[in-house]
């Protein structure tokens, strides 16, 4: 968590590369830690390096399935991207998981 709220700061801050170095930190650390593992996707989304976050996404998809808003995030990340038939896809999967999120903005 330590290492989480410190990269939230940095990213307040603006400081998008420390924050990343600091997941990344953690990540090494504890590869398991799906809510450091996130957070980094949800950076390097910030940071344009949208291959390398939704591959994070996928990650942490497959090590917390119970979690909606990691499709969700997905999903909006290809979304973002152009990407409509992967992000209805995404949030599809994810309203088959979890009815009634909230997904829809497609």
């Given amino acids: 968590i330590q290492a989480y709220e410190r990269a939230r ?15 990344r ?13 996130i957070k980094l996707a949800a950076i390097l989304g910030e940071l344009g390096r949208t291959q390398e976050a939704i591959a994070l996404y996928k990650k942490a998809a497959e090590m917390d399935s119970q979690d909606p808003a990691i499709l969700f995030s997905l999903g909006a990340l290809y979304e973002q991207m152009g990407d409509y038939p992967n992000a209805e896809a995404t ?4 309203v ?3 009815p009634g999120y909230g997904y829809g903005s497609f």
């Fill in 9 to 23: 700061q940095l990213e307040r801050e603006g400081k998008l590369e420390e924050a990343e170095q600091e997941l």
């Fill in 91 to 94: 949030y599809r999967r994810g």
């Fill in 25 to 37: 930190k953690a990540i090494a650390f504890d590869p398991y830690d799906t809510l450091n593992t």
């Fill in 96 to 98: 088959a998981k979890h």
